[in-house]
């Protein structure tokens, strides 16, 4: 796959050799476009023998080694065969011409002509990156689906310090691989999505919880409606912020969480319980505050399944996906809680794992079927969601379609049902 890296004119702009080629790990042709000003950073040169490719440096015949009627369509034939346009560094006059239409020079022409995913990660010093019209720029941008990847805070070439370092290449690159594998697989599915850990209230001021950030629910809920599904996330309370154009039901408790799924279970075609539900709650809530005097005993009961309920509940051809963190015995409590619940899959987390799991960015997990477990590798909560999602829409395929590799690693799990 072809991806344009477009170069402008911001100290960061010698950082965009190194993206080049962690780009070019993911086995992705990649072009390079610089604007006049990137020149003045960083010679077109070290690009051209980083791609091996022609550096396009301008409107017109120079940068290019083709003629003047080649070059006077240049920029729409680059436009129309690049899969992904990223322009990092992005300064605040790249993203101000781009949010008003402005084309004077090959890259902004770029942007108008094509109409592949546009990614943007911008570098610039802390109040340029405050000012207003910067702002309003970048939403405008975001409102028309160019991705942002939002600039680190810290230490800037300019001596001040805030945000406006451009990202990390590995955050740029994942926004690159992300828009690359969009797919519109999921049109036409209602999935409803439970995220966060429920609470159950002690006295006014405290609960049981658990650890769970969310993230990986509200990551399978943004995959999920970028794939064109409609995506109804039930989440108990995180420090995430609501995925855009997708219908949020906040909740906090497990039955709250039960009454907000089953209210509009007729509606899903796909479940997924990411969520971590309290299994217990105390069996009285105080109405005051507890007061500390000696040992205290709690007089605990069960939640109500969800799932279980969900499984009861279930329509012809929807699919009901459960999630499960273990630390022990992973894969037998796996299958036997895949048994158990009746659910189709079940995504294997072994939260004993260093650096994965609760509140991490990344995991990793094994979908576990009732014939197969594939170990999905180690990823960003992100880009796992679309593996899952993927594995997710193999379920829906007729037995006989799957391919030899997605039996491979099958497990006799499925006599015991
Ligand atoms: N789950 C649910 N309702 C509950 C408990 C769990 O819907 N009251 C769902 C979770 O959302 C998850 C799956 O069931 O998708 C497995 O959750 P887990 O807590 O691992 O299972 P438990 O039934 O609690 O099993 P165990 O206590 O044996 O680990």
Redesign the pocket.
């Known amino acids: 796959m072809k991806v344009t890296v477009g170069v402008t004119g911001g100290i960061a702009a010698y950082k965009s050799a190194e993206l080049v080629r962690d780009l070019q790990k993911h086995a992705l042709d990649v072009h390079v476009v610089m604007t006049q000003a990137a020149q003045h950073f960083i010679q077109p040169l070290t690009f051209a023998a980083l791609t091996g490719h022609t550096v396009t440096t301008g409107l017109w015949a120079e940068g290019s080694d083709q003629g003047d009627a080649a070059s006077a369509i240049e920029h729409i034939d680059a436009a129309q065969t690049t899969d992904a346009l990223v322009i990092a560094p992005a300064t605040a006059d790249i993203l101000a011409k781009m949010a008003h239409g402005i084309a004077d020079d090959f890259l902004t022409t770029m942007v108008l002509a094509t109409t592949a995913p546009v990614i943007v990660a911008p570098a610039m010093n802390v109040n340029m990156w405050n000012h207003p019209a910067t702002q309003a720029n970048l939403e405008t941008l975001a409102n028309r689906n160019v991705r942002i990847v939002a600039p680190d805070s810290g230490y800037l070439a300019c001596g001040m310090i805030g945000a406006g370092r451009l990202a990390e290449n590995n955050a740029i690159v994942e926004a690159v691989l992300s828009v690359l594998h969009h797919r519109i697989d999921l049109a036409g599915e209602t999935v409803l999505i ?1 995220a966060g850990g429920t609470r159950e209230a002690l006295d006014p001021v405290r609960f049981l919880g658990n650890r769970s950030s969310g993230k990986m629910g509200y990551a399978m809920a943004e995959a999920a409606q970028r794939r064109g599904a409609r995506v109804i996330l039930v989440s108990a309370p995180t420090a995430l912020r609501a995925p855009a154009n997708v219908e949020v039901i906040p909740v906090v408790t ?1 039955e709250q969480m039960r009454d907000a799924v089953l209210s509009r279970l007729d509606q899903a075609t796909i479940v997924i ?5 309290a ?1 217990y709650r105390p069996r009285a809530q105080a109405d005051q505050k507890l007061r500390r005097s000696g040992p205290l005993t709690l007089e605990l009961e069960p ?5 279980a309920a969900v499984v009861k509940a279930r329509r012809p051809g929807m699919l009901i996906i ?4 273990e630390t022990q015995d992973v894969l037998a ?1 796996g299958r036997d ?1 895949l048994l158990r ?1 009746g659910a189709d899959a079940i995504v294997l987390n072994d939260v004993s794992r260093e650096g994965v799991g609760f509140d991490s960015d990344r995991n990793a997990v094994t979908f576990l079927t009732r014939d197969r477990a594939i170990e999905l590798p180690e990823l960003t909560k992100r880009e796992l969601a679309d593996q899952i999602l993927d594995e997710i829409l193999t379920l829906r395929r007729p037995r006989h379609l799957l391919s030899e590799s997605d039996t491979d690693l099958s497990l006799s799990i499925g006599e015991q049902a």
């Open positions: 439970t497990t319980k990411a969520a971590a539900v299994d939640t109500e399944d969800i799932l459960g999630f499960a963190a409590h809680k619940k």
